[in-house]
């Protein structure tokens, strides 16, 4: 493959057609490589790592397998392969497009193991605490056929790498104004996610996926009440969250910022959970989650029809409180939308 594969882009492998949908582009030192997100006719989703080395191309297919259990030593044993370390290291996110959930810079730490036939792979990302495994297999370079073929059908493709370039473009130009209270407020991105991840009283417990978007979401467990968790998180990030909903055929808590989903509840288990996640992870249709551990007691809904919420006032009070200490403190008001 002499160039780069496009959004949208029909590729054949083994005779199966693929449409590119995604890709992440990787720096390690010297070595670049990219990752495209794939997709067949049944709408089922690969990964194709594409690398140069010494002048040829390597292929590698990955499924994404999130129950794979990895043993943090060497050498471990699945589905009766012994598996051995083969690559390990840490690279950073050159630049991207479509629906891949990253952002420009973002680091992530890899780990590659393989059989003892040398011809299946499993891979082990970090993403900052977030660890996502697939399985795959190399793939000969003749079974690849690149088309010149658009699939056409597919949504437009409205880059995320093209528009953070505008953004920090526009965030320069904000700095050298001494718009301080405006990048302010553009920064705190994920309040409730970086509260809940610092806080002594919530515990990460596991990370859960969106079937339909392959979006993330991290859960949380706690000691506290729903009531005294949500406060808690109110108290966290008053100016920050919009809006809080209740839903009576759930009795969970529901918690929305300009970028987030955070939802508390009680599990099977009668322990109190807390699910957070950007926006991105709701489904557009139904704005529910939809989670892989529906049965492992850490699925829950949220959804935006919910009736409106007791702590209203609570959160004008929280609310109305921080800004008037910032105030007195010599801060000026942010705004956001």
Avoid: C
């Amino acid at each position: 493959m002499s160039e780069n594969l496009k959004y949208g882009q029909v590729i054949s492998i083994k005779n199966e057609k693929y449409t590119v949908i995604g890709m992440i582009e990787f720096v390690e030192d010297t070595w670049i490589w990219q990752e495209y997100k794939i997709k067949n006719q049944k709408s089922e989703i690969k990964w194709l790592s594409v690398e140069k080395n010494e002048g040829k191309t390597q292929y590698s297919l990955y499924t994404e397998k999130p129950f794979i259990r990895v043993s943090e030593s060497i050498e471990f044993y699945f589905e009766n392969e012994k598996y051995s370390l083969f690559e390990q290291g840490n690279a950073r996110v050159k630049r991207f497009f479509g629906n891949v959930d990253v952002d420009l810079f973002e680091k992530v730490e890899f780990k590659e193991y393989i059989n003892a036939k040398k011809n299946k792979l499993i891979s082990v990302e970090n993403w900052s605490g977030e660890v996502e495994k697939s399985i795959g297999i190399y793939v000969d370079e003749a079974d690849v056929t690149i088309t010149q073929e658009i699939n056409k059908s597919i949504p437009k493709n409205y880059s995320k790498a093209n528009i953070m370039g505008i953004v920090y473009m526009i965030l320069i130009f904000v700095v050298f104004s001494g718009l301080i209270g405006v990048v302010g407020s553009i920064s705190r991105g994920n309040v409730i996610a970086k509260f809940l991840e610092k806080s002594s009283d919530f515990e990460y417990v596991t990370s859960v996926t969106n079937n339909e978007n392959n979006k993330k979401a991290k859960v949380y467990k706690t000691n506290l009440s729903i009531d005294e968790a949500v406060k808690k998180i109110i108290d966290a990030a008053p100016e920050d969250i919009k809006e809080v909903k209740e839903d009576n055929e759930t009795e969970g808590v529901g918690l929305l910022t300009r970028k987030e989903y955070a939802y508390v509840y009680t599990g099977e288990d009668n322990q109190v959970y807390v699910q957070v996640s950007k926006k991105s992870f709701m489904t557009e249709d139904t704005n529910s989650y939809h989670s892989r551990y529906r049965n492992r007691g850490y699925y829950r809904t949220y959804r935006r029809t919910s009736t409106s919420s007791n702590y209203s006032s609570y959160l004008n009070s929280a609310r109305q409180q921080s800004i008037n200490s910032r105030k007195s403190s010599g801060g000026g008001t942010s705004s956001g939308k």
